[in-house]
Structure formats: structure tokens, C-alpha cells
């Protein structure tokens, strides 16, 4: 009977505190987007956050998104930049181009034509948005929706205001709603989340907001809040690990959540204990520093608790070599969230993460730069592939006679003359970098002294 109640208490203990995820382990996810996905950073932030998270688990990301694309652009090359990845997940956002900005200016319209036209580009976009999701789901592919992100038609930029887009943005996201609700998908609402700090931000200054000052793209903090914002309606676990140190090992470990205490010693004036965590913090960049004071990711996702019951008045602790600093008896038994020391050696880890997946982002663009040109404009092509010369001067052709010279389509042709017979190393290195990534985020095990003071 013993025996029985032991099995039992051990087992709802195991449910108690499992970790759980989204993404499984051998997961492929595609984003599929426009020029918002393409930038990579926000998934970006999604991919560190399930590497440090769940190391033993690894996952790939792909980036389908390409710069200016709608819809008829994702359905035009489904099968050669997005199917032929073999996903078991679309994670879709479009709609900021579909809206067709140019339809719009800084004063309203009551111009019929426009004003049709600005309904039949949104129709459009929901009929061809049902038959990218209907194409996924035909092929067993688990599809997640994402809201489009805002158009900012409320900051007091110098940028021209095309008014009316993110009310038209809104609609889009509406439509996504019924898309979900139709069939039965998950689905992230960035709209409302971005909208709402935005117009919260510009109650205190017009001129703040958390969109770039395109008025299109997010900046670093907007993209951690997306990140935010997919974790948390994913339901992403907010505990890194929780450490609770009471008089022994064992008594330590029937508390402690998603790691191993061993080698405890308790003496007058001095606890010892290692540590093996199944995680590693999220490491916030400086850039994306802003978005702390606007949503709570530390608190709701990124919670590495230690809790020392039988410390002293005044403590001192020091992780490995490094100090962490000086806490009271009182902050000890309430916790303190660790992954708020950048100096600890477990958050040192994960920044080496980070640099790694930055790695692997940079290779992703490059390749991203390659399928933006080829799709949007080597498809008219007739010349020799293999040739470089000939595809620059086809490129050069077109930016004289029909892009106008344009600054960044130049830059980008010009990128794509440079690293297109790379391409296949640029695969490669974008597979390893992600290998390495998961392998670094290994935890390892680490020893932790409190030194006691009760004066």
C-alpha cells in the first residue's frame, strides 16, 4: 500500500510541473509572410526562446517571407519556397500589402472608384488568404494564423500618412478571426496588442511609437512584443526552472521544478548546492530593451526561481565564480527570478545562444534576398541561369527602365549577384548554426554558495 502511494505521488508530481510546448521535437515551421517575416525577428525571438527552453527538443524554423509579397505572391510560390521544406507547420501573416497602401492618402476620400477599389483589393485578399490555408490544410499541415501587425496612422511622423490602412489592416485581422473560428485554428492577434501600445504611448508623447518610422515595420521592441504575444496565446510555460533549497537534497528536490539539486551542504554559516536546470534564461537584447516596460515577458515567461528557506538575515550568493549579489532572508524565501542577472553563468549561456541564431539569421536573409529577386523578378528571365554577367544585366535593365533606379531594389540585386553562388554553403551553414544553437543550450550544472550573515 506504501509502495502504491509513493508511485502515485511521484506521478502527479511529474504532471504538476511538465513543461509543455507548442512545437514537438523534429518540427518543421514555416513563416510565411511579407516583408514583416522576411525581417525574421520576431520568430527569431520565438526560435530562441524554444531553444533555451526546450534544448533537448530541437525544431526548425524556415523563413518564407519575402519583401512586398501578397497573397497571389505566397500562392505563386507555395510549392518551390514553402511545401518543398516539408512543414508540419504554416505560421501565416499577410495582409499589409494586400491592402494596397497606395490606395490611400494623408486626407479621406469620398471618390467612388477608390473606394471600390479599396474593397476589392480586401476582397481579394480574403478569397486568396482561405486558399493558402485550405492548400495547407489539404496537405496535413497544422496551420496557425497571425493577425497582421499595424499600419501606424496615429504617431506624429514625418513619414506621409496613408491613412485608413490599419483600419483597413483591422479588417484583414477580422477576417483572420473568421478564418479561425471556421477552421478551428489557433491564431495570434498582433493588432490589437501593437494598436493598443501604440495609442497608450502616444498619450504621454504624439510623436512615440512602436512601429518604425516607415510606418510599416515594427522596430526591435515591437518584435519582442510579437514574440510576447505568440509565446503567450501559445500558452508557452513562463518557468525556466524553480530552484527551492530546504534542509537536504531530497527534501529540495520533491519542491524544485524542472531541475536537479545535488550535493547539498548545510553549514552555520554557509550553504552549498548544485544545480542542473532542464533550461536556460531568455536573453533580452539592449535593442529590444523597451518592450520590458510595455509587456511583462520576464515575469510571464522567463521565471528562473530560487528559494532558499533557511538562509540568514543578510546573504550573499555567488553562482560557479560569479557573484550575483546580496539578498535578505526575506527576499531569499519569497525568490528571487535569476534570470534577471545577466551576470549569472547560466544567462551568459544563453546570450552565446543567441549570437549563434543571429548567425543563422544572417545566413536566412541571404537566401531570402536570393528567392526575393528570383520570385519577384528573374521569372521573365530567358537567359542562361548559370550566368552572372547576363543576370546583372538583366537586373541593371530593369532597374532603368521600370523600378526607377530605385535605392533598395539596387541594393538588393546587387546582394543577390554576390551571394547567389554561395547558396548552397548558405544552406548548410544555416543547418548547422542551428544544430550548434541547440547544442550550446545544453544546461549545465553549476554550484551555488550562500554565504550567511544574521548581523
Known amino acids: 500500500m506504501k509502495l502504491r502511494l509513493l508511485i502515485f505521488c511521484l506521478v502527479i508530481h511529474v504532471v504538476i510541473f511538465s513543461q509543455t510546448n507548442l512545437f514537438q521535437k523534429g518540427d518543421k515551421v514555416c513563416f510565411v509572410g511579407n516583408s514583416i517575416t522576411n525581417n525574421g525577428e520576431f520568430y527569431h525571438n520565438i526560435l530562441l526562446y524554444y531553444a533555451t527552453r526546450f534544448p533537448e527538443q530541437p525544431v526548425t524554423f524556415f523563413n518564407c517571407g519575402i519583401s512586398g509579397d501578397v497573397c497571389r505572391g505566397v500562392l505563386n510560390r507555395m ?6 521544406h516539408h512543414p508540419t507547420h504554416a505560421v501565416i501573416m499577410i495582409g499589409m500589402n494586400d491592402v494596397n497602401r497606395g490606395l490611400y492618402t494623408v486626407n479621406p476620400t469620398s471618390n467612388a472608384d477608390t473606394l471600390v477599389k479599396r474593397e476589392e483589393a480586401i476582397n481579394i485578399y480574403k478569397v486568396r488568404l482561405d486558399s493558402i490555408v485550405t492548400i495547407f490544410l489539404s496537405k496535413g499541415i497544422k496551420v496557425i494564423l497571425q493577425k497582421p501587425t499595424i499600419y501606424e496612422q496615429t504617431a506624429k511622423i514625418p513619414k506621409e500618412n496613408n491613412f485608413g490602412v490599419n ?8 477576417y483572420n478571426q473568421t478564418l479561425s473560428d471556421r477552421y478551428h485554428l489557433p491564431i495570434v492577434d498582433y493588432w490589437t496588442i501593437l494598436n493598443n501600445i501604440d495609442l497608450e504611448l502616444q498619450q504621454k508623447d504624439s510623436t512615440a511609437t512602436i512601429i518604425g518610422a516607415d510606418r510599416v515595420h515594427p522596430g526591435s ?7 510576447y504575444q505568440f509565446l503567450k496565446t501559445t500558452k508557452a510555460p513562463q518557468y525556466i526552472s524553480e530552484i527551492v533549497i530546504e534542509n537536504n537534497a531530497k527534501a529540495s528536490n520533491k519542491k524544485s521544478k524542472n531541475c536537479l539539486v545535488s550535493n547539498y551542504v548545510n553549514g552555520k554559516d554557509l550553504i552549498r548546492f548544485k544545480v542542473k536546470e532542464n533550461a536556460l534564461p531568455f536573453p533580452v537584447k539592449k535593442e529590444q530593451a523597451q518592450a520590458l516596460a510595455l509587456v511583462s515577458f520576464i515575469n510571464e515567461l522567463s521565471v528562473e526561481k530560487l528559494i532558499i528557506k533557511n538562509a540568514g538575515k543578510s546573504n550573499q550568493l555567488i553562482i560557479d565564480t560569479t557573484l550575483i549579489g546580496f539578498f535578505s532572508k526575506e527576499e531569499l524565501a519569497n525568490g528571487i527570478n535569476l534570470s534577471l542577472y545577466p551576470n549569472s553563468p547560466q544567462y551568459k549561456q544563453a546570450i552565446q545562444v543567441s549570437a549563434i541564431l543571429d548567425k543563422m539569421r544572417r545566413a536566412a536573409s541571404d537566401l531570402r534576398t536570393i528567392a526575393f529577386v528570383e520570385y519577384n523578378f528573374l521569372t521573365q528571365y530567358n537567359g542562361d541561369i548559370e550566368n552572372a554577367y547576363l543576370k546583372k544585366a538583366y537586373l541593371d535593365d530593369l532597374l532603368k527602365t521600370k523600378l526607377s533606379s530605385s535605392p533598395y531594389y539596387k541594393a538588393q540585386f546587387d546582394k543577390f549577384i554576390l551571394v547567389k553562388p ?3 554553403q548558405l544552406e548548410f551553414d544555416f543547418e548547422k548554426y542551428r544544430e550548434d544553437a541547440y547544442r550550446l543550450a545544453i544546461p549545465k ?3 551555488f554558495e550562500l554565504t550567511i550573515s544574521n548581523y
Open 79 to 84: 510549392d518551390k519556397d514553402i511545401l518543398n
Open 167 to 174: 483600419d483597413a489592416l483591422k479588417v484583414c485581422a477580422d
Open 221 to 227: 521592441p515591437g518584435h519582442l512584443i510579437m514574440a
Open 422 to 424: 554561395n547558396q548552397k
Open 445 to 447: 550544472e553549476h554550484s
